[in-house]
């Protein structure tokens, strides 16, 4: 066998290999169609809250509501969740696709560490990006213009949320 057949027999049998590696993954984008999100931020789980119906749940996660909820959150409100196993999930009735990554731009705001109902009204639509991230997942809330108003990340431990002036924190339901 010549050498230029052995160059092109080892190209034919690589060439597979080389299209089956993934390409970096993108990070989920959607649109829900909200002006306006009320997210539960649990960093340590919780135990049962039932004023808002919520059965213990220990898991750090996150749960993210269309609209402005401070005592009760329909499921029919329900967005997004995410958790500190890595879990970063949509609602089917949101329009979802992909983004490049998340927003490099930092949130101009506040940062909290405890639980907290982060309640923001976005004077227009926003979109939500989310993903799991190394020891967990991350959401971020972004403006059309590419203004980022929340930024989140939740883990076993270290989870933390910055939100803007658009988004004011209230306690979480009891």
Known sequence: MSLLTRSIVALAVLAPIATAVPAQAAVQA???????????????GHGARPGAGFPAFKTPHVEVYGGKHTTSFPNSASDAYLDSKGTASVSGRCGVGVAKSFSSQKVKGT?????ANIVCSFGGNAGYRLDKIS???RLQILLGDGTVVLDLKIKKSGSQVSFSKKCKAHAPPK
């Open 30 to 44: 959607a649109d829900c169609g909200r002006t306006s999100a009320s997210i539960l931020f649990w960093p340590k």
């Open 135 to 137: 020891g967990g997942a």
């Open 111 to 115: 940062t909290r560490t405890g639980a």
